[in-house]
């Protein structure tokens, strides 16, 4: 019925290096837009809080925005 390994070659080797090489690739790509994604509104969200508690006056906080987003541009 199946006579040995002819119907098998190089193409399905490829095809099978192509899917690893996707999965990693997903995988990371994932793994880091998670990791950017988290640290800036991490640090928005703080900065929000303490002008909403009123720790912070409204050029301190527009001050300390800027700072966080030109950072967050410079990393990306």
């Known amino acids: 019925m199946w006579h040995g390994t002819e ?3 190089w193409g399905w ?3 099978g290096v192509l899917h690893v090489a ?3 690739g997903v995988i990371l790509l994932g793994f880091a837009a998670i990791l950017s994604w988290r640290r ?3 640090a928005m969200d703080i900065l929000k809080e303490r002008y909403a508690n ?3 006056t ?3 906080f527009e ?3 800027r700072e966080i987003t030109d950072s967050a541009t ?3």
Do not use: A, C, N, S
């Open 54 to 56: 009123g720790e912070l």
């Open 7 to 9: 119907y098998m070659g």
């Open 58 to 60: 409204h050029e301190q």
């Open 63 to 65: 001050r300390l925005k």
């Open 74 to 76: 410079v990393t990306k």
């Open 13 to 15: 080797i490829g095809l």
């Open 22 to 24: 996707v999965f990693w």
């Open 40 to 42: 800036e509104p991490r």
